[in-house]
């Protein structure tokens, strides 16, 4: 009913930039909130970067100054600019959509299915 697909990823070497999108789609009335996760083997899914809807955006430190989420409401639309990548950001990007589907329903979360991230010479 509520599909988020992400795009962007790839290899790119330390120092260099990446732009990751992430179109949520089908059954939307509102979006709460907009979020990005990585994960890598062996390691809990942590959350890189969050806009609340109209509000507060929030940053894990290790990316806070390189990091920069970003949103396009009209296309239901997310973004993360990420520069000054390390190896250590390598990993499986999700994106993470706070999602109303009429109006007075309660918000779900949905996932995408992640979007591969390697920064390495």
């Known amino acids: 009913q509520v599909q988020l697909v992400e795009s962007g990823g790839g290899l790119v070497q330390p120092g260099g930039s990446l732009r990751l999108s992430c179109a949520a789609s089908?059954?939307?009335?509102?979006?709460?909130?907009m979020a990005w996760y990585r994960q890598t083997p062996g390691k809990e899914r942590e959350l890189v970067a969050l806009?609340?809807?109209?509000?507060?955006?929030n940053y894990a430190d290790s990316v806070k100054g390189r990091c920069t989420i970003s949103r396009d409401n009209a296309k239901n639309t997310v973004y993360l600019q990420m520069n000054s990548l390390k190896p250590e950001d390598t990993a499986v990007y999700y994106c993470?959509?706070?999602?109303?589907?009429?109006?007075?329903?309660?918000?779900?979360?949905?996932w995408g299915l992640g979007t591969q991230v390697t920064v390495s010479s």
């Open positions: 089908g059954s939307i009335f509102s979006i709460a909130s």
């Open positions: 993470n959509a706070g999602v109303t589907t009429y109006r007075g329903f309660p918000t779900n979360y949905y």
């Open positions: 806009s609340i809807t109209g509000g507060r955006t």
